[in-house]
């Protein structure tokens, strides 16, 4: 799941949103906006059972997918659009 709030200016902060155990172990979301970067942006468990990472970005389009460990590489459905080449987000 994805949450986007709009800031001062023109930037956006984006909440990326998975189950705390789906999938198991560390997961890092990694795009355009990181260098496809694992473990820049890694998921932290909060009390309400998911885990979440939030990032500021400008406007502009992003593709990205969540990577699990072992090389699992997850794609988000509530993204913008998703293809063969991962998600997309429109901000």
């Not at 709030?5 to 906006?33: A, K, Y």
Request: with cysteine; net charge neutral.
């Amino acid at each position: 799941m994805i949450k986007r709030n709009r800031l001062f200016g023109n930037q956006t902060r984006v909440t990326f949103c998975l189950p705390q155990d789906t999938p198991p172990g560390p997961v890092s979301v990694v795009g355009s906006f990181n260098e496809w970067e694992p473990g820049r942006h890694e998921l932290v468990a909060r009390r309400d059972g998911t885990r979440t990472v939030t990032v500021k970005l400008p406007p502009g389009e992003y593709r990205f997918r969540y990577l699990a460990s072992g090389g699992v590489w997850l794609d988000d459905e509530s993204a913008d659009e998703v293809d063969d080449r991962g998600s997309l987000l429109r901000l």
